[in-house]
């Protein structure tokens, strides 16, 4: 696996430049990794100094997060046992939004990859990137209230990851999760 992963790593970053700056990303002192000019040499020496410092998982996050439909990158994280989760809630609203922020953060410090909307970097195309996160998701978790049962926009990601789940391709790698907050009137 790990030089399948090494290979696809230098070719999404080839130079010395961005294999650092993923690599230092991800945690790893970068002062005991040996860079080359060689992409797949530095590959190989950031992910020996992942193993030998236990962030293969923080590494695969940080290329993740930059090509999450990556499907070498998908591949690695599920036989690590790293999940992708698209978390769906009802912004500005107690208790969804503190809830949405307190599970992101325990998901990531377990090692996993997050996606909630307020991590979205400036000049996105919200929608689009919506849409992105949804399809490459291992799984979809929505908050549901009494607020989020009434917000389009939590209803159109549930809608588009439903749709995107029962394709034949997904069916087994989409579950869904939810947590129902308070009462929430569902209909």
């Known amino acids: 696996m790990l030089r399948q992963v090494r290979d696809q790593l230098a070719a999404l970053y080839p130079t010395q ?3 650092r700056r ?16 060689k992409a797949s040499n530095n590959w190989h020496n950031i992910l020996s100094e992942a193993q030998r410092s236990n962030r293969v998982r923080a590494l695969l996050a940080v290329a993740h997060d930059e090509y999450p439909t990556n499907a070498v990158l998908q591949q690695a994280i599920r036989d ?6 698209f978390l769906s809630y009802k912004r500005n609203v107690m208790p969804d939004e503190p809830l949405a922020q307190r599970l992101y953060q325990a998901l990531r410090a377990a090692g996993h990859r997050v996606f909630l909307d307020q991590t979205m970097p ?23 209230s009494a607020a989020s049962i009434q917000s389009e926009m939590v209803l159109a990601e549930i809608r588009y990851a439903t749709q995107h789940a029962q394709a034949p391709a997904r069916r087994a790698y989409c579950p869904f999760g939810s947590i129902l907050m308070n009462r929430c009137p569902i209909h």
């Open 17 to 19: 430049a961005d294999a």
């Open 22 to 37: 993923v690599a230092d990303d991800a945690g790893l002192a970068t002062e005991q990794i040996e860079f080359s000019d």
């Open 80 to 85: 690590l046992g790293q999940a992708t989760i």
């Open 122 to 144: 400036v000049g996105v195309t919200w929608a689009q990137e919506i849409e992105r996160q949804i399809a490459a998701c291992d799984f979809f978790m929505v908050l549901l």
